[in-house]
């Protein structure tokens, strides 16, 4: 599949590294040279030129495009790069954007006559599960696949949990309350067999259904404070969309160093959102703003390493969920080892929205795991596909790959041994990234 990708910044170029893996042929476009130097063993063509000229993405080759994706930090240059990548030639587009309007669904026949197939608005997605990890504190990560019928769940075992040193046969639920599809042990993932045991500070990564979430909290032995005051340091556009979207009985304040962003941020949030000028790696004024009262803290600065180190700093201080905002992917194992509660990545976020560009399977949503170098897929099984053909036990799946559950006729279900899946079963599969390919074997 030939793709292009406009904008060589950080997504763009974790994009085009990423693809390249999948021996995709890749075109990067970016008008400062400069950026087009990056150390890669992946084969990707940097082509210096504007996406915005219709000469220059001739002669990227828009025209026999597979894929037009347009990242950069412009949006109004990137649904222009599409606009005239789909006119030149180009199958499928995709423009990155930073206005929700553009989003909602009565707006999306404007965006298709304009020959832009889909959006990303890595902000609003990351401001979303920032939300999501504040309603669910005693997870790293709490994801609603299929609209909220099957919950994957991450969660840190510590040494005083039920499960630490059982063998994953010992813990078979003859309810199918759950289904355990990962382990993340020492920045390694893997998925577990019947004989594999669980350790203390495993990453475990369950699907089970809205009904059996509290049965999995009590098993992992991880207790639910209610989470009433949140302290967000940064006033980036994450930080704005996560004060609008968190509930208005949570009280809210947002540290932002600069005096001119702190009055911008305060015309635009909630009344529950209070937003202090300061510079939120101070201790001192944390501890003046009540971070000891507080049950969440959120570091959305820029800079990654502070975030981190702020995390730490609140875990200290007593905060119960911590969550950074890391945008280089070498921190991320970093932040694990030093027991950050939740990480958001805008790449990973973009990333996910891509490969259901990409796969051939029909999948709905794909997400890539912060702490684990796996993947989890919505994908719906193709009448006479393989995976329909046999018993789950019987049908040999690779050792990377594993089926975490499955909707069949609205009715959400664990998955077995002995299941069946049938045709036009919504099925959530998990596999590490070596696998990721392979799902389109088995449902096509």
Not at 172 to 180: A, G, N, P, T
Not at 380 to 391: F, G, L
């Amino acid at each position: 599949m030939r793709i292009i990708i406009a904008g060589a910044g950080e997504v763009g170029t974790h994009l085009a590294k990423m693809l390249a893996k999948e021996r995709h042929d890749i075109v990067l476009i970016d008008p400062n040279e400069e950026k087009l130097h990056f150390p890669t063993s992946a084969e990707i063509l940097p082509v210096v030129g504007n996406p915005v000229s219709i000469r220059d993405l001739k002669e990227a080759g828009v025209r026999k495009a597979d894929l037009f994706v347009s990242v950069t930090p412009q949006e109004s240059s990137n649904i222009t790069a599409c606009m005239l990548a789909s006119e030149l030639g180009a199958r499928k587009t995709m423009a990155r954007i930073n206005n929700y309007e553009y989003l909602q669904p009565g707006n999306k026949e404007i965006f298709d006559k304009l020959g832009i197939d889909s959006m990303i608005y890595p902000e609003m997605l990351a401001a979303k599960e920032i939300v999501t990890a504040v309603g669910r504190p005693w997870t790293r990560q709490y994801w609603e696949l299929f609209g909220g019928a099957i919950i994957l769940i991450g969660v840190k075992i510590r040494a005083n949990s039920p499960l630490v040193s059982s063998t994953l046969a010992e813990l078979h639920s003859s309810q199918k309350l759950y289904h355990i599809v990962a382990i993340n042990r020492r920045n390694q993932t893997l998925i577990p067999g019947g004989n594999d045991s669980i350790e203390a500070d495993d990453l475990v990564y369950f699907t089970t259904t809205q009904e059996h979430v509290r049965d999995v909290r009590i098993l992992s032995g991880k207790s639910e404070p209610e989470v009433k005051k949140v302290v967000i340091m940064g006033g980036s556009r994450i930080a704005i969309r996560t004060a609008q979207y968190l509930p208005h009985h949570i009280r809210v304040k947002v540290i932002e160093t600069s005096r001119e962003k702190s009055h911008r941020i305060a015309e635009v949030v909630p009344g529950n959102v209070l937003i202090i000028n300061g510079d939120g790696r101070d201790p001192d004024l944390l501890m003046q703003e009540g971070l000891k009262d507080a049950q969440a803290f959120v570091a959305l600065t820029e800079n990654s390493s502070t975030n981190i180190l702020a995390c730490v700093a609140a875990r200290r201080s007593g905060v119960f969920k911590t969550i950074a905002h890391i945008e280089n992917l070498d921190y991320i194992p970093l932040a694990e080892s030093m027991d950050i509660g939740s990480v958001i990545n805008k790449k990973l976020i973009a990333a996910s929205h891509i490969y259901q560009f990409l796969l051939k399977a029909d999948v709905s949503n794909i997400k890539f795991l912060t702490f684990a170098n796996a993947d989890v897929a919505e994908l719906v099984a193709r009448p006479n596909s393989k995976i329909t053909s046999k018993q789950v036990k019987d049908l040999k799946l690779p050792k990377d790959l594993t089926l975490g559950g499955l909707i069949r006729d609205g009715v959400p279900m664990m998955v077995e041994g002995d299941t069946q899946i049938q045709a036009h079963d919504h099925a959530v599969v998990f596999c590490l990234d070596s696998a990721l390919r392979k799902l389109e074997e088995y449902f096509n």
